[in-house]
C-alpha cells in the first residue's frame, strides 16, 4: 500500500497501515529479543543458568513461566499485555484524582440538602452534558439526587445540552422517574430512532410532544414555580457557539429550547423555533465551562459545579482526539450522526481537560458506571439496567444508604398490558 506525499513522493506503508520503516523497526526488535530468549535458553552451564536468570529479569519481557522456545509474536504479545498493565495503572491514579476533586463537590451538595449554615456562601450549577441514548446514566445520576434528598429546588442552577437536558427538565419538575421511562419507551420506538432515516435518525419531536401532553408532560408550573435557574444549551443552525436559553422565559414554549437542545438536526431537516431563531442540538457547538464561571460567580460566594458527563469514565480514554478522518464522513444519514456525536465526544474530552485546570472553583465529574450503552442503542432492557445500576453507583459515591428496592416507571398502556 502507498500514500501519495505532499512533495509528490510516495510514502510505503505497511498492511496494518503503519509507515513501513516503523513496522519494520518494530518487527525486528521483536525478532531480536526472540532471538535472544532462546539462545539463553539453550545455553549450557553455569552460563546459561546465568543468561536465563538475566533473561527473566530484563526488560525484554518480565513472564518468567515463557516456554524454553519463543517467536516474535509471542513477544509482540508480551508487550501488550504490559501495555495494557500500564494503562490500567494509569486509569486507576487518574480516577483516583477525578474522586479527590468530586469529593468536595459532594460535600457541598449534601451541605445544600440539609440546609447547614456552611452552604450560605455557596453556589452550586449542575451541568449536564449531551450523549445520544447514553443519557439514561444521567437520568439514573439525577434520579439518585432525588432519592438522595437533593432535590432541583436545593441547587442553583440547572443546564443542560442534548440528553443531558432531558434528565434535567424532569429533575427540575420533580418528575425524575417519569422522564427516566422516556428512554426506555419513547427513544427505542422506531417513530423515534430509524438508522435508515437519511434526514434525521433522531425524531426530537416524538419526545417533544411527550413533554408538553399526555401521561409524560412535564410539570411546568412546577418548574417557574422553584427559585432555581435553568438554561438550556442551544446551537444556533449554521453557527458554531452554543447559547444558553432560560427556559422559563423562551418562546414558544418551554418545551421548545428542550426540544432544540436534542435535535440532530441532518441535511435539511427542519431546526427547532427557538425565541425566533433555529436551532439544533445544545452539544454540537463549542461551549467552555469558562463561560459558566463568568457568567455565575459572583462576588462575596463560592462556585461549584457538577458536572454530569453521560459517558463512564474508562470511555473517555477511548474517546479519539480531533482527526481528519472524523470529519471527512458525510453529514446525512447514521455515518452523518456518528460525525456529530464523535464531534461532541471531542468536545466533551476538551471540557473534561479544562475542568482540570480551573483552580478558583469547585468543580467535580459524577462518573456513571460503564453498563455498554452507546450514542444510538435502543435496547429497552439494556436502558432499564443502566439506569438502576447508576442510580445506585451514584448512591454508593455519596456514601448514602441504599434504597431497598429500585423500581422504574411503568406507563399506564404497560400496566394494562402486564393485567390483560
Not at 125 to 146: C, E, F, K, S, T
Not at 360 to 374: A, Q
Request: net charge neutral.
Amino acid at each position: 500500500m502507498e500514500n501519495p506525499q505532499p512533495d509528490g513522493q510516495k510514502k510505503k506503508l505497511a498492511p496494518t497501515g503503519a509507515p513501513l520503516e516503523e513496522f519494520q523497526f518494530y518487527q525486528d526488535r521483536f525478532t531480536g529479543m526472540a532471538e535472544r530468549h532462546n539462545k539463553r535458553a539453550n545455553a549450557k552451564g553455569k552460563r546459561g543458568l546465568a543468561d536465563r536468570i538475566a533473561d527473566r529479569q530484563s526488560k525484554d519481557g518480565d513472564k518468567p513461566t515463557r516456554p524454553k522456545r519463543i517467536t516474535a509474536e509471542y513477544v509482540m504479545q508480551e508487550q501488550a499485555e504490559r501495555e495494557n498493565r500500564d494503562r490500567e495503572r494509569m486509569l486507576e491514579e487518574e480516577r483516583k484524582e477525578w474522586d479527590k476533586m468530586l469529593a468536595p463537590v459532594i460535600k457541598i451538595l449534601k451541605q445544600k440538602r440539609d440546609n447547614s449554615a456552611e452552604n450560605k456562601k455557596q453556589k452550586v450549577i449542575i451541568y449536564a452534558m449531551g450523549g445520544g441514548m447514553r443519557g439514561p446514566y444521567g437520568a439514573g445520576q439525577v434520579l439518585a439526587l432525588d432519592e438522595m434528598g437533593l432535590t432541583a429546588d436545593k441547587i442553583d442552577v440547572l443546564i443542560g445540552a442534548s440528553a443531558g437536558m432531558a434528565d434535567l427538565i424532569y429533575y427540575a419538575s420533580g418528575q425524575t422517574y417519569i422522564g427516566t421511562s422516556m428512554y426506555y419507551d419513547e427513544c427505542t420506538s422506531p417513530e423515534f430512532i430509524n438508522l435508515s432515516r437519511i434526514k434525521q435518525v433522531l425524531d426530537v419531536s416524538i419526545v417533544g410532544k411527550a413533554m408538553r401532553s399526555g401521561e409524560k408532560a412535564v410539570d411546568q408550573k412546577r418548574i417557574m414555580e422553584i427559585p432555581t435557574e435553568v438554561y438550556a444549551l442551544n446551537t444556533p443552525v449554521g453557527g458554531t457557539d452554543a447559547k444558553l436559553v432560560d427556559i422559563k422565559t423562551a418562546t414558544p414554549d418551554m418545551i421548545a429550547p428542550i426540544e432544540a437542545s436534542m435535535n440532530v438536526r441532518l441535511l435539511k431537516a427542519p431546526g427547532i423555533d427557538v425565541n425566533g431563531i433555529n436551532m439544533e442540538d445544545g452539544s454540537f457547538g463549542s461551549f467552555e465551562i469558562q463561560r459558566l464561571i463568568d457568567k455565575f460567580q459572583e462576588p462575596g460566594s463560592e462556585l461549584t459545579i457538577l458536572v454530569l458527563p453521560n459517558i463512564p469514565f474508562r470511555k473517555l480514554a477511548e474517546v479519539p482526539e480531533p482527526n481528519r478522518l472524523v470529519n471527512q464522513l458525510p453529514d446525512s444519514g447514521v455515518l452523518g450522526t456518528i460525525k456529530k456525536f464523535a464531534r461532541i465526544s471531542q468536545e466533551l474530552r476538551k471540557t473534561m481537560q479544562d475542568c482540570r485546570k480551573k483552580q478558583d472553583v469547585n468543580i467535580g465529574i459524577l462518573w456513571p458506571p460503564d453498563r455498554g450503552l452507546d450514542t444510538l442503542d435502543a435496547d429497552p432492557d439494556l436502558i432499564k439496567l443502566a439506569v438502576a445500576d447508576t442510580i445506585r453507583d451514584t448512591i454508593k459515591q455519596f456514601g448514602e444508604r441504599q434504597p431497598e428496592k429500585v423500581e422504574l416507571y411503568i406507563t399506564e398502556k404497560e400496566r394494562q398490558r402486564m393485567a390483560a
